[in-house]
């Protein structure tokens, strides 16, 4: 950093934001020591890095769509990355709109969450026909993993293919993973860790634009996430979103079912098998969320009774709230299909003409989608 550089110059290497060393508990506060380094940090994403420690922030909704409804002034290619695990709760809403004329390239990261079961011709498939009944038209859909790095090396690929000589702007919700595959890029060219970006589990981590410069006078550029409200991760404390949010491989869990029974995932969600022949419910959510079944006539006492206590998350010993569900009632063809809870899993349902009815909190996306594995 130049002598001449002064501290309004500085922004955070890890999430963007302006570098201030005056008022500690606003956003960009970095102590005045922190500034005579090479790289500096704020004191948010230190305390995130090596303590994985959130602290809130206060950057509003509106500035960090701001930012990204500016994308269509830009001479750019975008990249717009979802989290395949909750593509609808990581889908940016009319976001061909907000790019203009850019060229979209669609990359589902987290692909090693899923079950070995999952078809990924199929899973292409679907996701490009769900991006055109969403109205974008991208010019190719890939899948990718940022910890298994299956996938990366052809998506940096592709990018390199599509950019033709103009600047990459990597956009998303919050927690698909942007970050985390810019990292990865910098990893594979050589790039030394002090200069990553910030990655963690909650929501809102980038808070600014990050720039990283290319090769050819170009950049490639870190954007804020938006936050999709409907994601069922803003609505639980930390303890209940690290136990939805998966780690390793989803384990499908199978549960034979008749008519009149019920499954709670937790205290979140609920699915009752209304009408139809026993069938197997193949139950996808992360390890660590407790499944219980019981019989439809006991769910509402069960639920009014013991949500955030058996029925877990949300944690009633920490003072989190129980949720009002929100019924939403389906009918299944001859097609397996995945019944999905945004930012929670699936439920596959293979049982022509049965009815459901599926439960989530009423801020929560419930959708129905044919079944992505084999």
């Known amino acids: ?9 500085w922004h955070c290497s890890g999430c963007g934001v302006k570098i201030q060393s005056e008022e500690p508990k606003k956003i960009g506060y970095a102590p005045s020591s922190a500034l005579k380094r090479d ?5 948010r994403c230190f305390r995130l890095t090596h303590y994985n420690e959130i602290q809130p922030v206060a950057i509003e909704d509106d500035e960090f769509a701001a930012m ?17 695990v909750d593509v609808y709760g990581s889908w940016i809403s009319g976001v061909q709109r907000f790019v203009g004329k850019n060229p979209v390239l669609l990359v589902a990261n987290k692909v090693d969450l899923l079950p070995k079961s999952t078809n990924r011709g199929k899973l292409t498939n679907w996701l490009k026909k769900m991006a055109s009944d969403e109205g974008l038209k991208p010019l190719d859909a890939m899948l990718m993993s ?15 293919e599509l950019r033709k000589g103009k600047d990459v702007y990597v956009v998303g919700c919050t927690n698909v993973g942007k970050s985390s595959f810019i990292n990865k ?62 780690k390793k491989e989803l384990k499908p869990t199978v549960f034979q079912l008749k008519e009149e029974q019920t499954l709670f995932l937790g205290g979140l969600a609920r699915l009752d098998f209304i009408k139809g022949a026993p069938s197997s419910f193949v139950v ?14 006991k769910a509402d006492d069960l639920f009014e009774n013991h949500a955030g206590v058996l029925l877990t998350p949300p944690f009633k010993e920490e003072g989190e709230v129980t949720f009002e569900l929100k019924k939403h009632t389906f009918k299944i063809g001859a097609e397996a299909t995945d019944i999905v809870y945004s930012g929670l899993g699936w439920i596959r349902v293979q049982s022509e003409g049965a009815t459901i009815e ?8 419930v959708s129905v989608r044919p079944s992505i594995h084999a």
């Open 1 to 9: 950093m130049s002598e001449t550089e002064t501290e309004q110059d």
């Open 39 to 43: 790289v500096v940090v704020c004191k």
């Open 68 to 84: 990204f409804h500016s994308l269509h002034t830009k001479d750019a290619l975008i990249v717009k990355v979802v989290d395949i």
């Open 146 to 160: 940022t910890v298994s790095n299956e996938g990366v090396e052809e998506v940096i690929n592709r990018i390199d």
């Open 185 to 246: 890029i910098l990893k594979l060219h050589g790039h030394e860790g002090d200069h990553f970006i910030t990655t963690s589990h909650f929501p809102g981590t980038t808070l600014n634009l990050i720039d990283i410069p290319l090769g050819d006078e170009k950049s490639l550029v870190d954007t804020p996430g938006l936050i999709n409200r409907h994601q069922i991760a803003h609505l639980l404390s930390p303890k209940s979103l690290k136990a939805i949010t998966p």
């Open 284 to 297: 996808y959510v992360a390890n660590d969320l407790h499944i219980h079944r019981t019989k439809r006539e």
């Open 358 to 365: 599926v439960y989530a909190p009423k801020e929560v996306g």
